[in-house]
């Protein structure tokens, strides 16, 4: 029995019932739609007559729909003599519509309930013939919306400043912009069974593999939720090991970052309602990169790369390393560290694992609560804790100095990860390899840190090895791609990725 | 069944905290421990006694430890795990002593036993208290904040510029030892100050080099002779000489030297020859000298080159005496000529008590510091 | 999206040469410098030939594996199914046996060296579990495993030997002209730890084929041998030839010494303990060897986990054979690289031959 079906029992969840497709059968009616939308104070419906009698009801969402649009695309071409006189059935009329007789950029003919309704919750309007059993929809959505801003958290000095928004028509067309290639391809998916959320499917054709592509779009489909509302939603669905701690999906909120995703060979999804994109496959090496590194030298840039990998392991190991050698290993220090450390805690009441551990701890907690205040109140909050309350701990000798610098440094080395959810990771993890310095020293340290580099060298996202490109089917190949390479020699993608098209440039 | 493996790691690593199990016995509290950094070891007929001084590092005083036992892993076991105040650790120790009594009882004892513990570095120090037992030096040091730990601290970065040879390791030790069968340590005694009243001293300093064979103390050097051992041995790398020039007190400083050996036959015999290149600066006269005057400087020169080659000479011979070629003689011959020194490698010991050898040696004064003829 | 589990060929190597370091660590200095003093670091060299002679012995049987198949079904093949099943049931025997003595040396070096006073149990205890919790995984990550550990591994051990470059005296190192025997003597325990290479092609799955394999294996070789080569050396040179022969971890001794600009010292801890990763390595790759020596033998896939019943019978075996550090010496510096060369040498050639003759290699 898998683990979810043991929880199922033990949670005592109901079973799982297909979807129903179609939810709402029955054919497109003035009175069915009323019905499908009871209770729903937005849902407009108003009786027009269209040209020369023709009665037809029009229906949409208020708050979905730009009012104007409605009245001048819709309603005034539908209540023009000129345009609709002479229409004598249902069907003429609709056929007018279709051929642009009513203004309208999209304009679908409908024949299912279901269709009509999803038309309608996506900011259409719709002229619902009951005779004929139909309607022909149009796009009048809104365009009320959080305007494109500049990134909050992949800031740039020297790229571009815009980020992806809620409207996934607004970060398609900005993905457009920057990839003004006929081959790049977007398909949509609906997922949620309540929210329909589209989910775009972007990739490039004739560059991205297809087999990516195709189990892309396999593992989207296959989402059955109620609800598409939050990143983990679609993480958790189409990552391979939704399990583990570390991210398998690269997500930005840059589009330009997007874009030189896509030109690496990966796959790319964009998610109604979420302004962020996510790239797949994601590999270990990707999550310490940033779109800056493109803008700056290349020494400088392989420079601050390789200090964001050595901040792994000093946010890793760092507090465990400390605690190890202050309990186990005290001869790796040298003498004056080792008597200064020996004042410092002289009045401290508490082991140097629960010092550490206590600090770890306040750490976190400052953290998360910066996080939830408001802007204003978190940063002072953040300021207070630091501060004041570590200041005052050393000085009621509660704690060490020495312990608060160590859990400082490691935290700041945490920082610099330019994904938080390899952050969060890593963070998770510091705290096992504490407790296992805690019981074992320095061995407990590398038996923990050898299950860790297993799990990582186990990983794969979408048939890629997670430690691409340090080890995998073409491992050792293009280890300077864990750098930045000075782009004129960076001629060829990844392999690992199973690009089609494996050169970049000349 | 890999799900279960790892709450089943757990509780095993939790299984470390049991001190007869597992790792936890390892574990001690940072707040407790104190730092050994100088060890003192003398024997009697009762067995050892053991000294530990841990310097005055980290703004207190020294705390000294005075522990008899039967052997010196014992006592150091005593000292560590006691029920004083503080846990005494000795993974800093920098400096062993050992009393002369000890040092002629042996010292293949202590070299086991800091090679033998984990603890222990190899790169720690070895002196020979000279005519005076080491607990004398680890508890005797007066003065504000006067530790021994301190002062053989100083003396250990000094020695080679200052007082012309090097002070040898445990590890060096033990590889002149086994391939020697000798090593030469240095010695130390205490210096009392005369306008200090209690008892105790304030100063170490250095006593020349004790004379190690098979692992007994067979006697001394003399401290004189130090630069000359500094110069046979390649350890020194500067040092001061005091010259009487025509009745004029000349201190030449030197700033470098080549010597090389070279294995020789002499009357079908192998003999050594030595060839000592040293240069100079003049640092000071006591009278006016016409440095610029190339006699001048050939003649001091010649002095200086004179007396290191009488000391050089006397030097070796004092190590013929012994029997024991704490010089590295052999090795130095081994380097320059591995072919020619090959029949003798096993018959060494026997052989350099006899050996016959010359010593030639020629100095160059470089420069003066800025001042040509001094001013009258 | 996925393919069958095995290693690539570069997987192998790397794998091979993280596992190896442990070995060669243990034994190489101490033995060498007993055998020709000051002349120790000229060993890899003068094994170098008979080395290279073994890799191309074990890459002439495997030349013409076909997909995913292991070295026990090469053997399977070769010489019958028969003599072939006796020889995979010797191997798994005495593996059992070998995975108890690396999980023992393993935890007498940290003894020794860190962790005084101690118990082996614990350590050993410790690391089959970990192993055994990645031996349920694929092969192809523990070859990814091997990958990043020759990495990391390679840059702590240069990072080591250039630390410990200002201790080295010349004057060591010079060899003295001696009786060839003690040269070849010196050798042998460099070919015993190349000769365990032959364990590595045994995991499930095969190794997939490149382009030159013999030109990749003979590098990776060298590679090792460098390695040796610079790690005796090291020791040598830095402790002189006399107290390198008598010390039981004479590398690990040197490396106590060194000081890292003043900041950090005895970085022993570190580096030692960096070393449980190759025996983890090394007992999980063990692990996964005999599911397919099972198989081989069975053939069929093993119903029940085998793993934690081999693990536990190694751990028995480590602790019962080896009561004590002298009996685990003995066992360790003579016994075992003896059997893994001899059974590297014969069951190569033996096989190598009678395949050819049955034209079924």
């Known amino acids: 029995m898998k683990t979810s079906e043991i929880l199922d029992k033990l949670l005592k969840v109901p079973p799982h019932e297909p979807e129903r497709r179609p939810r709402f059968p029955g054919p497109i009616t003035a009175a069915y739609l009323e019905e499908i939308f009871e209770n729903c104070f937005d849902f407009e419906l108003r009786q027009v007559e269209i040209g020369g009698g023709l009665r037809a009801s029009l229906c949409f969402m208020d708050g979905l729909v730009s009012g104007d649009a409605v009245s001048l695309t819709v309603l005034d071409p539908l209540t023009n003599g000129f345009r609709f006189g002479g229409c004598l059935t249902e069907r003429e009329a609709a056929e007018r519509m279709m051929a642009g007789a009513a203004y309208g950029n999209t304009v679908k003919y409908r024949t299912e309930a279901d269709d009509a309704a999803a038309d309608l919750l996506n900011g259409f309007c719709a002229v619902v013939f009951d005779g004929l059993r139909a309607a022909v929809t149009f796009e009048v959505r809104t365009s009320q919306g959080r305007a494109v801003s500049e990134p909050r958290e992949e800031k740039s000095i020297k790229g571009a400043r815009e980020s992806f928004v809620e409207v996934l028509k607004t970060n398609t067309m900005m993905v457009r912009r920057h990839l003004r290639d006929p081959a790049l391809k977007m398909e949509t998916v609906t997922v949620g069974r309540r929210t329909a959320t589209s989910v775009a499917i972007v990739w490039i054709e004739g560059l991205t593999g297809g087999g990516l592509t195709a189990e892309l779009r396999r593992r989207v489909e296959r989402i059955d939720i109620d609800g598409l509302l939050t990143a983990a939603d679609l993480e958790e669905y189409v990552a391979d090991s939704p399990l583990s701690p570390f991210p398998q999906l690269v997500q930005t909120e840059r589009p330009d970052r997007f874009c030189l995703n896509l030109l690496e060979g990966r796959a790319g999804l964009l998610i109604d309602g979420l302004p962020l994109g996510f790239l797949a496959p994601g590999t270990f090496a990707q999550f310490f990169k940033v779109t800056e590194d493109r803008a700056n030298h290349f020494i400088v840039a392989s420079l601050l790369t390789l200090i964001r990998y050595l901040s792994v392991a000093v946010t890793l190991f760092l507090p465990a390393v400390f605690v190890a050698v202050a309990m186990y290993h005290q001869e790796m220090l040298p003498a004056k560290l080792m008597e200064s450390m020996i004042d410092a805690k002289q009045s401290v009441p508490f082991p140097t694992a629960v010092e550490v551990m206590a600090m770890l701890a306040s750490f976190e907690l400052l953290q998360e609560a910066g996080m939830r205040l408001p802007n204003q109140l978190g940063q002072a909050v953040s300021i207070i804790g630091a501060l004041i309350v570590g200041q005052s701990a050393v000085e009621a000798s509660i704690v060490s100095p020495i312990a608060v610098i160590i859990v400082a440094f490691a935290g700041i080395a945490g920082y610099t990860m330019p994904d938080q959810d390899m952050a969060g990771a890593l963070r998770l993890l510091r705290f096992l390899l504490l407790l296992a310095a805690v019981f074992a020293g320095m061995f407990g340290i590398a038996v923990g840190g050898a299950l860790i580099t297993y799990h990582l060298c186990s990983l794969e996202s979408f048939g890629v090895p997670y430690m691409t490109p340090l080890a995998g089917r073409f491992g050792g190949r293009g280890l300077w791609k864990l750098l930045r390479p000075p782009l004129r020699w960076d001629k060829g993608r990844e392999p690992a990725l199973g690009p089609e098209d494996r050169r970049s440039r000349r | ?376 | 999206m996925t393919r069958s589990d095995g290693l690539t060929f570069r997987q192998l190597m790397a794998l091979t040469f993280v596992c190896l370091l442990s070995p060669a660590i243990r034994l190489l200095p101490r033995a060498a410098a007993g055998s020709v003093g000051a002349g120790a670091w000229l060993a890899p060299l003068i094994a170098a030939v008979p080395a290279a002679g073994l890799t191309a012995l074990l890459r002439a049987l495997m030349k013409n594996r076909r997909e995913g198949e292991s070295l026990a079904r090469i053997l399977l093949r070769a010489l019958g199914r028969g003599p072939g099943k006796a020889v995979c049931l010797l191997l798994g025997l005495w593996l059992v046996f070998y995975t108890g003595i690396i999980l023992r040396t393993g935890a007498e070096r940290l003894l020794s060296t860190v962790y005084v006073g101690g118990s082996p149990g614990f350590f050993m205890a410790v690391t089959a579990l970990a192993a055994l919790a990645v031996s349920f995984g694929r092969v192809r990550s523990l070859g990814r495993m091997g990958e990043v550990s020759a990495l990391a591994l390679g840059i702590v051990l240069a990072l080591v030997l250039a630390l410990s470059a200002p201790d080295i005296r010349p004057e060591n190192l010079l060899p003295a002209p001696g009786p060839a025997s003690g040269f070849l003597a010196a050798a042998l325990p460099v070919l015993s730890v190349t000769a365990k290479g032959f364990l590595f092609p045994l995991l499930p799955g095969g190794v997939m084929r490149e382009r030159r394999e013999l030109a990749v294996s003979l590098r990776w070789t060298g590679l090792l041998l460098l390695v040796m080569l610079g790690i005796t050396a090291a020791t040598v040179g830095a402790l002189s030839a006399d107290v390198a022969a008598g010390l039981q971890h004479p590398f690990f001794i040197m490396i106590r010494n060194i000081s890292v600009f003043g900041v950090i010292e005895r970085i022993e801890a570190v580096v030692i303990t960096l070393w449980v990763v190759t025996d983890f390595l090394f007992v999980a790759v063990l692990l996964r060897i005999f599911d397919e020596l099972f198989a081989a033998v069975a053939e069929r896939e093993s119903p029940w986990p085998l793993h934690p019943i081999l693990a536990g019978c190694s751990v028995a075996c480590g602790l019962l054979a080896a009561r004590d550090a002298f009996t685990l010496e003995r066992l360790s510096q003579a016994v075992v690289p003896a059997v893994n060369l001899l059974l590297a040498l014969i069951l190569s050639t033996v096989a190598l031959i009678v395949g050819k003759l049955r034209r079924t290699v």
Not at chain 2, 177 to 195: K, N, T, Y
Not at chain 2, 332 to 350: D, I, K, Q, T, V
């Open chain 2, 1 to 376: 069944m890999r799900r279960l493996l790892i709450p089943v790691l757990l509780a095993l690593a939790l299984t470390g905290c049991a001190s007869d199990f597992g790792v936890y016995a390892n574990v001690s509290e940072v707040e407790r421990l104190r730092l050994v950094r100088t060890l003192g070891v003398d024997a009697d007929e009762s067995g050892v006694l053991l000294s530990a001084d841990t310097g005055s590092g980290g703004g207190g005083r020294a705390v000294i430890w005075r522990i008899r036992a039967g052997t010196l892993a014992e006592a150091a076991r005593r000292l560590e795990k006691n029920a004083m105040k503080y846990d005494a650790n000795i993974s800093h120790t920098e400096h062993v002593i050992l009393g002369e009594a000890a040092a002629r009882a042996g010292i293949g004892e202590t070299l086991d036993y800091v090679a033998r513990t984990m603890q222990m570095r190899l790169d720690t120090c070895l002196f020979v208290a000279r005519g005076s037992r080491a607990e004398d030096l680890v508890t005797g040091a007066r003065g504000e904040d006067a530790s021994v730990s301190d002062m053989l601290q100083s003396l250990k970065k000094d020695a080679p510029v200052i007082y012309g040879c090097g002070v040898a390791t445990c590890l060096e030790a033990a590889e002149a030892l086994a391939s020697e069968g000798c090593v030469l340590l240095r010695a130390i005694a205490p210096e009392p100050s005369p306008e200090w009243s209690e008892e105790g001293y304030t100063a170490v300093a250095p006593a020349g080099g004790a004379v190690i064979s098979g692992d007994r103390l067979l006697g001394f050097t003399p401290e004189e002779e130090s630069e000359a051992v500094g110069l046979l041995t390649g350890s020194v790398s500067s040092g001061c000489r005091a010259l009487d020039y025509g009745g004029v007190p000349v201190t030449l400083l030197l700033t470098g030297a080549d010597v090389r050996l070279k294995p020789v036959t002499e009357g079908g015999q192998p003999a050594f020859a030595v060839d000592a290149r040293l240069r100079y600066s003049l640092q000071g006269a006591a009278a006016p000298l016409s440095v610029g005057d190339g006699a001048v400087r050939a003649g001091l020169a010649a002095a200086a080159a004179e007396e290191v080659r009488g000391e050089l000479t006397a030097a070796i011979r004092r190590a013929q005496g012994f029997g024991c070629d704490y010089l590295g003689i052999r090795r130095a011959l081994c380097a320059a000529s591995p072919g020619r020194m090959a029949p003798y490698r096993e018959a060494w010991r026997s052989l350099f008590p006899k050996m016959a050898f010359t010593v030639a040696v020629s100095a160059v004064i470089l420069r003066t510091y800025d001042l040509g003829d001094p001013i009258a």
